[in-house]
């Protein structure tokens, strides 16, 4: 079984629909989610992404947002950020030691570099979903190759 923690900065809207992508796929993981933020902490995931979320089978409604903390290093086998700046937080509270990998979603459709837009300031949330879910089928065929 594969421990996957997926990474964003407000936990409401990008790597809530990651989890549950990849839980659609795999429901047999352990998944979770987090922000690099605290704005939302405890909040369930923006309606707008819900919404987009729900017309194609990702139920969001249970999720609710908590911050990424150092713990999670050591929790999680993988941890994937959605984009740059994510992973560069997350970085910067590696404990000593700790070699668990950070890795952008879209490594794992050969776009290495790219990042998961946020839909919260583009609004698009199907664009996201799309690429979302491309790189969730991305991750669970290279995981399942391993
Ligand atoms: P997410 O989107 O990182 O995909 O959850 C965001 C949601 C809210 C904010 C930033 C990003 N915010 O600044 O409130």
Redesign the pocket.
């Known amino acids: 079984m594969s421990s996957i923690l997926f990474v964003?900065?407000?936990?409401?809207?990008?790597?809530?629909?990651a989890e549950a992508a990849v839980r659609q796929r795999r429901p047999d993981w352990d998944l979770d989610s987090a922000?690099?933020?605290s704005?939302?902490v405890g909040k369930a995931?923006?309606g707008p992404?819900q919404d987009a979320a729900n017309a194609r089978g990702l139920d969001l409604s249970k999720l609710r947002?908590r911050q990424f903390a150092p713990e999670d290093f050591a929790r999680f086998e993988v941890i994937v950020a959605?984009d740059e700046q994510?992973a560069e937080d997350i970085e910067a509270l590696r404990p000593d030691g700790v070699h668990t990998p950070v890795v952008l979603f879209t490594d794992h459709i050969g776009e290495d570099g790219m990042p998961?837009p946020?839909?919260?300031?583009t609004r698009d949330f199907d664009g996201?979903l799309d690429l979302i879910e491309a790189c969730a089928d991305g991750l669970v065929a290279g995981l399942a190759r391993d």
């Open positions: 964003c900065l407000g936990n409401i809207c990008r790597s809530p629909a922000g690099t933020g704005w939302h995931p923006y992404m947002a959605m994510n998961v946020d839909p919260y300031y996201c």
